[in-house]
């Protein structure tokens, strides 16, 4: 389960449950869990609208297309993590 | 394992579980309805505005145990501060009753008890199968691990329902139809308390903040943002800490609560059934995505499901062939509703800030009886037909 949880400033809202194209996360009353499907896309990260969730970096990239040899990094969350009021440098 | 069989078994308390409940049970249908949480609406996860018109259709006396305000009417608050006033009249939906969300939920569910459902809550359903002859659920929860066979299960699991996908109904979304919301309840503020106010443009990408006033002081200040416009994370709540700092009759105030949540904003799925398995309210997206609202469907589609049940039931034949009017029936209802805001949601997701104060600067010197899409296409094209050229495909 790569993605980090601060149980904190979880609002058990289910934005992130709904969000996930893989459907790897269940909510049960305050408690979320992921499970092993988890591709750690970063979108509930981008949801969680109480900012309780976090990829840590080494989930962010670059990654090197396997097909391609391109580099990548993942699309949602912030290269370095820093809360910028959503929008990355 | 425990066994049980129902004719009919609603996953998923809220207004549209419920309603599906109570609808079905004072036909003599054999429910039971099952919530995960240990309270039934609790968090709350929602802008709680609910309109007085549907209340009287739904045959539900107001009632002051869930009531927090009556709210005359709405105004729509362009970035520069133009402000467009309606009264209940014209903005429908949106005005009427600001409530107490997890009473309100509460009381439905009481509603569903006492027309014969029969309820469980802190029971999660853990996974679901198809069978010839109905649908098995597997539980887990204070009744401890159960199996349950009913003829139809109606999927009432919300924003993040798992019956969908358990049945095989695609329902899934992409980022960009996903608004993800973050609300703050707050006191000592200094809002005009007789209307629900929406502020559009810039200050929340792909959707809007609302302030919807609690009385004595207090409002729902909350944000919807469009989930493909943010990057990283804490961009709602940097959206809407901005918005409060921004406006002085708010820095002021208190923070009595916290509210998360999330919404779909997409047009509406292909299918919400299958074999017998039927999805109501924010499991079905019946959500307008426009305004984020989504109660006032939900209890609609749940009358709806309810009634096709019962038929079913009453005839003797639970198959999917009999429960498919509830298909029809509810896109009959509002899909040609829920498609137009879709798209209309759509249209402003491209409008810049000045494009919406000289929309709203037009709509203030009309006249307007309803404020639906063609209403203000309309207006607006007597006032500031430029504008409407930009607008044509609306048309």
Redesign the interface.
């Known amino acids: 389960m790569p993605v980090e949880i601060d149980r904190v400033l979880c609002l058990s809202c289910g934005a992130c449950v709904g969000s996930c194209p893989t459907e790897s996360i269940t909510l049960v009353d305050t408690w979320i869990e992921f499970d092993d499907s988890c591709i750690s896309c970063g979108v509930c990260v981008t949801v969680c609208p109480a900012a309780a969730l976090r990829l840590p970096e080494k989930e962010i990239g670059p990654f090197k297309d396997p097909k391609t040899g391109e580099e990548f990094v993942r699309e949602y969350p912030c290269k370095d993590g820093t809360p910028k009021g959503g929008v990355c440098e | 394992m425990k066994e049980l069989t129902c004719d009919m078994l609603v996953i998923g308390a809220g207004p549209g579980g419920s309603t599906t409940a109570r609808y079905a049970a004072e036909r003599g249908v054999d429910v039971l309805m099952i919530e995960?949480?240990?309270e039934i609406g609790a968090?709350v996860?929602c802008g709680e505005g609910i309109a007085r018109i549907w209340l009287n259709e739904l045959g539900i006396e107001p009632d002051d145990a869930w009531i927090s305000k009556e709210v005359d009417g709405a105004r729509v608050i362009s970035p520069s501060g133009h402000i467009l006033e309606m009264n209940e009249k014209m903005a429908g939906n949106e005005t009427g009753y600001v409530v107490e969300r997890d009473l309100f939920d509460q009381y439905l569910a009481r509603t569903a008890v006492k027309a014969g459902s029969e309820l469980m809550v802190k029971t999660?359903a853990t996974g679901l199968k198809q069978l010839d002859d109905g649908v098995e659920v597997k539980t887990t929860g204070i009744h401890g691990d159960m199996r349950i066979k009913a003829k139809v299960v109606v999927g009432a699991d919300?924003?993040?329902?798992?019956v969908a996908?358990w049945a095989g109904i695609d329902t899934?979304?992409?980022?960009e139809h996903?608004n993800?919301?973050?609300q703050y309840r707050m006191m000592n503020i200094g809002n005009a308390e007789e209307f629900n106010d929406f502020y559009a443009g810039e200050c929340a990408p792909g959707g809007y903040v609302w302030v919807f006033s609690k009385g004595d002081g207090e409002a729902n200040v909350g944000i919807g943002?469009q989930?493909s416009?943010?990057?990283?994370?804490?961009?709602?709540?940097?959206?809407l800490d901005?918005f409060v700092k921004k406006h002085p009759f708010l820095s002021k105030g208190t923070i009595i609560e916290?509210?998360?949540?999330?919404v779909?904003v997409g047009p509406p799925p292909d299918e919400t059934m299958k074999g017998n398995v039927l999805l109501v309210g924010d499991a079905a997206r019946q959500i307008d995505a426009l305004t984020g609202g989504g109660v006032v469907n939900a209890c609609d589609a749940g009358k709806v499901a309810g009634n096709v049940i019962a038929d079913a039931v009453e005839s003797g034949k639970v198959n999917e062939e009999a429960l498919k009017p509830y298909e029809s029936g509810w896109r009959e209802r509002m899909e040609k509703m829920l498609v137009r805001n879709y798209i209309a949601k759509e249209k402003i997701l491209t409008m810049s800030d000045d494009f919406f104060d000289r929309i709203i600067l037009a709509l203030q010197e009309v006249e307007i009886e309803r404020v639906t899409t063609l209403d203000i296409l309309t207006a607006v094209q007597k006032k500031d037909p430029e504008l409407v050229e930009e607008l044509a495909d609306l048309l």
């Open positions: 995960k949480r240990q968090p996860r999660m919300g924003f993040e329902s798992r996908g899934r979304l992409p980022p996903v993800t919301c973050l943002v989930a416009l943010l990057n990283g994370y804490g961009g709602v709540k940097y959206y901005k916290v509210v998360g949540g999330a779909s």
